[in-house]
């Protein structure tokens, strides 16, 4: 964990769906940027006199690459403060004043049991690292479910590279939802699909990443289904 103040280099952004972005940040003072998939950053924007009220944090999307460089995927939050500010003052070559890797919501060092990964919007973050870390290094692992529950196919993020590891990883299944869009996959709510899938299962380890109202449901849904707290683990957005 590393809790110094530091700057990053905006150097690169690409505008993935209508409310969301991907910022590219290189550490120039540093030959890698260390991560454990699954951690975050915390960006201090000029937006409030009081530090706390100008900190956001930000799971880190990408996977450890031995580069300085890492991604953020953020959600334009229009009634908010922190997001307006990125959109409309941060560009290629800016810099930004940033502490972390912290957090204690990555990837297991081992897995041993079915792995479900449950996540809405940019919840998606940490998953999309943690899974291209497994892949990347060959993890041994049984059943991974990446559940992702977005409102419109537009606004499902890494939807072809999420279908194309799925393609490259026998064990590794994504499951994109969409609640307010019929399409070709599934619909409506991440729960239905995990407790479909998660029935019976015993042994299996649950990471949540989203809103707060679907974490609070998922783990009273699983609290029902006989799984125990030390099997659940959740990072809140928002």
């Not at 990837?107 to 999309?128: K, N, S, V, W």
């Amino acid at each position: 964990m590393n809790l110094e103040w530091q700057q990053g280099k905006v150097v690169n952004i690409i505008d993935e769906t209508p409310s969301t972005k991907r910022y590219f940040i290189q550490i120039p003072e540093l030959e890698t940027f260390n991560f454990k998939p699954g951690q975050f950053v915390t960006l201090d924007l000029p937006i409030h006199e009081k530090k706390n009220k100008r900190w956001r944090s930000y799971s880190i999307a990408s996977a450890p690459d031995g580069s300085n460089t890492f991604e953020l995927v953020i959600v334009l939050v229009e009634d908010g403060v922190g997001t307006p500010y990125l959109w409309q003052n941060i560009n290629i070559g800016d810099e930004l004043t940033l502490r972390g890797p912290a957090g204690v919501f990555v990837l297991h060092e081992q897995i041993e049991h079915d792995y479900f990964m449950i996540c809405t919007g940019t919840g998606i973050a940490p998953f999309r690292s943690m899974a291209t870390h497994i892949f990347n290094h060959a993890i041994s692992a049984k059943n991974i479910y990446l559940i992702y529950g977005t409102r419109t196919k537009q606004d499902l993020l890494y939807f072809d590279e999420l279908n194309s590891l799925q393609e490259k990883m026998p064990n590794f299944h994504y499951i994109p939802t969409l609640s307010r869009e019929h399409w070709d996959g599934r619909t409506g709510y991440v729960h239905d699909i995990y407790k479909e899938l998660a029935q019976g299962k015993e042994q299996a380890d649950f990471l949540l990443c989203g809103w707060k109202n679907m974490i609070d449901e998922a783990r009273h849904n699983l609290a029902e289904m006989g799984y125990d707290k030390k099997q659940i683990h959740f990072e809140l957005y928002g």
